[in-house]
């Protein structure tokens, strides 16, 4: 079954102390990317990948690290988690290609992550 | 940067009522695409628009491309308590090799039975 995972589902941690939230897609897929979404804001990219090794910021990347070693996994890293960084998280990943990607985005089942 | 406004931000409706949601940007846009989250749910994909004016139908949603490319909207035909849920617009800002994707904040349908 084509699909995104992402793990942890749900994590509670305490302020400083590094995570990683693993995603990872089954289709072989070249556009990765992370969001965080917060009431009242939608969606917000963190960070995207076009491919292996090329890694882009979006709109909110203070705070986190992503790595893109291969193809299929794209994991997020919280080096110092604060509080404001408790939200939900989705990974997502579609075709791309030689050029930035139109097509469809599909999304892991989200993260939700609370600092304390 | 880019921004797409989406509005509005909750919507109301008895249940074979219509329902609109419209995302507007102040620049020129290459697609626009709609999203649907289910509540306790992740995005999925409904359509993508490319052309000016482009009229797009899914049974009884009706999404439209504004004939500048700078607005769309999502229409539900007697909505159903289904449709329960968050309609996003995303916006594929690029340049050179850059591809970074915009959401528009989301609109909130609740449907009364």
């Known amino acids: 079954e084509a699909q995104v995972t992402q793990n942890p589902r749900y994590l509670i941690t305490v302020t400083g102390k590094k995570l990683t939230v693993t995603c990872s897609q089954n289709?072989?897929?070249?556009?990765m990317s992370w969001y965080r979404q917060d009431p009242g804001l939608g969606l917000r990219q963190i960070y995207y990948?076009?491919?292996?090794?090329?890694?882009d910021k979006g709109d909110v990347p203070e705070g986190y690290k992503v790595s893109r070693k291969e193809k299929r996994n794209f994991p997020l890293i919280l080096e110092s988690p604060s509080p404001n960084q408790t939200s939900l998280y989705f990974c997502a990943s579609s075709l791309g290609g030689s050029r930035p990607s139109t097509d469809t985005q599909y999304f892991g089942p989200g993260t939700r992550l609370t600092v304390l | 940067g880019q921004q797409v406004m989406q509005i509005p931000q909750y919507q109301h409706v008895q249940e074979g009522e219509d329902f609109t949601t419209y995302c507007n940007s102040s620049t020129t846009l290459s697609n626009i695409q709609w999203y649907k989250q289910r509540p306790g749910g992740h995005p999925v994909f409904l359509i993508q628009?490319?052309?000016?004016?482009e009229v797009k139908k899914q049974k009884r949603l009706t999404f439209q491309f504004g004939e500048a490319k700078k607005n769309s909207s999502l229409h539900i035909t007697a909505t159903q308590t289904t449709d329960v849920g968050t309609y996003f617009c995303?916006?594929?800002?690029?340049?050179?090799?850059?591809?970074?994707?915009?959401f528009g904040q989301g609109t909130t349908l609740q449907v009364k039975p």
């Open positions: 628009l490319v052309k000016s004016g």
């Open positions: 289709m072989n897929h070249e556009y």
């Open positions: 990948s076009m491919n292996v090794e090329v890694t």
């Open positions: 995303a916006v594929l800002h690029y340049s050179s090799n850059t591809g970074k994707l915009i």
